[in-house]
């Protein structure tokens, strides 16, 4: 039950979805946020600009440090995320990547789970190697046992829930809380959910990293990336980033400002549909495993029903053992689904990712994983297309 405090302070999430980082009175009345073009900030007077701080309304002195359209959009994720503050960053793999920056220095140890998004495991085996960081990898479903892998040099985990691909559910209070007893720092990706169906922050993680290409944005025409913190954790993050020179293109920061009125809507159709795919193919004869966390067969469903409020429409399925050729024939076959990487935008995806990348556990599958992205279009027709693909691709 949230608290007295919690209720006052935080409105419906679908209420905060249209209203956060929204000031028209501010912009002649106008309902969104210009897109603001700038780089120099003009002073008033040479008085002023020796006072240093300038009242720019909380802009600081140079268009890198943000502008309105920028500063909306991190305030309406920091409410979302329930953070104290957020910062942009020009991808998410980039907002990743410096929120890890941000804390680690050499000689220090990080944890990350097994199942991270592949391009920030290869940012940590290559980048932060070479500077001396000592990079571990865990079991993602290891929970309070953790415990074991930290040390004393441990000042970063990084996990991601579920994780890419492998859809693995995390214990997070427990890591957050074993991290902590160690003085670790926990930063998390939280883009499968979006910061409407899980609030990392309220479960003990510093940091919480959104790639905001997928669901905030939405409508697969831009790439970007938030990092929201707690108040503790802030000063650091946005000191490292302002100090690497990270800032977004406006115009991109509008589009997510934009996808993010309808975050609500589109998001539970997604899953919805999501649900809907999954349990379709739960007992279909081609098909070794559904990975989907609301479903109650998935080893993690407890953990996602106990910390997450919804699920999204990204989910995975294993095939049974079959030959390359049959696998390119249900994906020739496929009308509806496109053949691409990201997810989060209004469409339809499927992707052949083979078996995924596991060096800290075992991958118990033996058939080749497609990772599948349900988008806005008619269940039914997403339904009938994915199963004629399998059963033309199938049939002997
Ligand atoms: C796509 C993705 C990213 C990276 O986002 P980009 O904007 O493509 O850089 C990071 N984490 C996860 C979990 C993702 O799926």
């Not at 076959?333 to 990348?357: K, N, T």
Request: one cysteine or more; hydrophobic letters at 40%.
């Amino acid at each position: 039950m949230p608290s007295a405090d919690e209720t006052s302070v935080h409105r419906h999430a679908d209420t905060a979805l249209i209203h956060a980082g929204r000031t028209p009175a501010v912009f002649g009345g106008f309902v969104n946020t210009p897109v603001y073009r700038g780089s120099t900030i003009l002073a008033e007077s040479f008085d002023e600009w020796e006072r240093g701080k300038r009242d720019s309304g909380g802009y600081g002195d140079y268009g890198r440090f943000g502008n309105p359209t920028t500063c909306a959009l991190e305030s309406a994720v920091a409410e979302l995320e329930r953070g104290y503050r957020a910062q942009v960053f020009p991808s998410g793999l980039s907002a990743c990547t410096h929120t890890l920056t941000a804390f680690l220095k050499s000689g220090d140890h990080l944890l990350i789970s097994d199942s991270v998004y592949g391009p920030t495991r290869t940012f940590a085996d290559s980048v932060l190697k070479r500077f001396g960081v000592d990079v571990e990898y865990f079991d993602p479903i290891v929970g309070p046992g953790i415990r074991m892998q930290l040390r004393a040099n441990t000042r970063v985990v990084f996990i991601e829930s579920p994780g890419s691909h492998s859809m693995d559910i995390l214990d997070v209070p427990a890591i957050a809380d074993a991290a902590h007893a160690r003085g670790a720092v926990v930063i998390l990706d939280n883009s499968w959910a979006s910061p409407l169906y899980f609030k990392p922050l309220a479960l003990g993680v510093d940091v919480s990293v959104q790639a905001a290409t997928k669901y905030l944005v939405g409508h697969s025409d831009a790439l970007l990336g938030v990092a929201t913190a707690t108040e503790r954790a802030w000063p650091q993050l946005v000191g490292s980033a302002h100090a690497f020179g990270e800032t977004a293109g406006p115009d991109d920061v509008y589009l997510a400002l934009r996808g993010l009125r309808t975050l609500g809507v589109r998001l539970r159709q997604h899953w919805q549909t999501g649900i809907m795919l999954a349990e379709s193919l739960l007992n279909h004869p081609a098909v070794e495993a559904v990975l989907h966390p609301a479903l109650p067969g998935h080893p993690g469903h407890d953990i996602w029903k106990r910390d997450f409020g919804g699920a999204s429409g990204l989910f995975s399925i294993v095939l049974k053992p079959i030959e390359g050729a049959t696998l390119a024939k249900v994906f020739r076959h496929l009308q509806l689904f496109g053949l691409g990487l990201s997810w989060g935008g209004y469409e339809s995806l499927a992707l052949p990712v083979g078996r995924p990348l596991r060096t800290a556990s075992e991958w118990p599958y033996k058939g080749p994983l497609v990772r599948i992205h349900a988008g806005l279009e008619d269940p039914q027709d997403l339904m009938q297309d994915l199963h004629a693909a399998l059963h033309q691709a199938l049939k002997k």
